[in-house]
């Protein structure tokens, strides 16, 4: 049975950082492109960032370009998304998500064939 597993969230003040982490079990990670979404209050899940089954390329959302990095370890089977200069319209759940494609150039029109269960961030003083 696959697993996805986020963790990493909480409170954090507004100019903070966070390092979100998903741990994967149940398949070869490696095989898959690993993304992170989230979903703020009232909003629909938005498409954070994607990086593809070796790590070296990623794809970011154009608003949040700069501010978060996604990246991976095939040997943790574990994806990351560090952020930074948070601020309270990052407040949201994030989930990550896997996938047996990778598009760069549609990376949220991507079928996603797993999902975590999403952890909490909220971004306040």
């Known amino acids: 049975q696959v697993q996805l597993v986020e963790s990493g969230g909480g409170l954090v003040q507004p100019g903070g950082s966070l390092r979100l982490s998903c741990v994967v079990s149940g398949h070869t990670f490696s095989s898959y492109a690993m993304a992170w979404f989230r979903q703020r209050p009232g909003k629909e899940r938005e498409f954070v960032a994607v990086?593809?089954?070796?790590?070296?390329?990623?794809v970011y959302a154009d608003s949040l370009k700069g501010r978060f990095t996604i990246s991976r370890d095939n040997a943790k089977s574990t994806a990351y998304l560090q952020s930074h200069s948070l601020n309270p319209e990052d407040t949201a759940v994030y989930y990550c998500a896997a996938s047996r494609m990778f598009s760069p150039a549609a990376p949220s029109s991507v079928s996603y064939d797993y999902w975590g269960q999403g952890t909490q961030v909220a971004v306040s003083s």
């Open positions: 990086i593809n089954w070796t790590g070296d390329r990623t």
